[in-house]
């Protein structure tokens, strides 16, 4: 078998994908190399705006990674490698390389139940989805909800964002108009207050009898 080896020094790759816009606060950016490197290549690649992390060479040696900390978000970043980069044996660059990204911003996107529900059941949790994960503690704090219902609450994180569930202890009333807010003092992960405030209005169904069993005319329920 022969090969040719490539004739310059260049990126091969980059994550997250250059124009990504849905980029996670918890993306560690990195740019991949078609040559060993070592730590002198890190004064040539840089991060901006700058943000907490530094950059680290690859247990590989063919990439470097932004370690640390977490991105900012609703915020666009750019990487660029610049023309004094080299691989371990000196061998320049061929060319400065550029990309750019943006992170998603710490936003409700959408509710159970929407904004003008009504008929919304009397036992149903409310479930508020974000785009990333919260900081738990500034959550009772930054909730509310009239007339006012005691309940607890629950999150999770999953691939399409991180939801939080409202659970009331005892129901809600029926016939009964709700107002609901998250207030942008909800924290994320890193310290950044939620983007905007989301507010919603619902509802419930008139307090009565969902079904029975037996069920209504059934002559088969055993005795």
Do not use: C
């Amino acid at each position: 078998m022969t090969f040719v080896p490539e004739p310059y020094f260049r990126v091969r790759g980059v994550y997250p994908d250059p124009g990504d816009t849905e980029v996670s606060g918890y993306t560690r950016p990195r740019v991949h190399f078609n040559s060993r490197i070592d730590a002198r290549i890190l004064n040539h690649v840089h991060l901006s705006p700058p943000d907490s992390g530094s950059w680290v060479v690859s247990g590989d040696s063919l990439a470097v990674d932004f370690s640390g900390g977490y991105r900012s978000y609703g915020t666009t970043y750019t990487v660029t490698v610049d023309a004094g980069a080299a691989d371990k044996e000196g061998r320049p660059v061929d060319e400065p390389y550029e990309f750019s990204f943006s992170t998603i911003a710490f936003v409700v996107t959408h509710s159970f139940p929407a904004d003008g529900d009504s008929g919304v059941s009397l036992t149903d949790a409310l479930k508020f989805h974000i785009t990333d994960s919260h900081d738990r503690s500034t959550l009772p704090g930054a909730f509310q909800i009239s007339p006012t219902v005691y309940g607890t609450f629950s999150s999770w994180y999953s691939p399409g964002g991180a939801p939080i569930e409202f659970r009331p202890s005892s129901g809600f009333l029926g016939s009964t108009q709700y107002v609901v807010a998250l207030d942008t003092s909800l924290l994320a992960l890193n310290g950044q207050h939620l983007g905007r405030p989301y507010a919603i209005s619902f509802v419930t169904r008139p307090f009565g009898v969902d079904s029975t069993r037996p069920a209504a005319g059934d002559s088969t329920h055993p005795t």
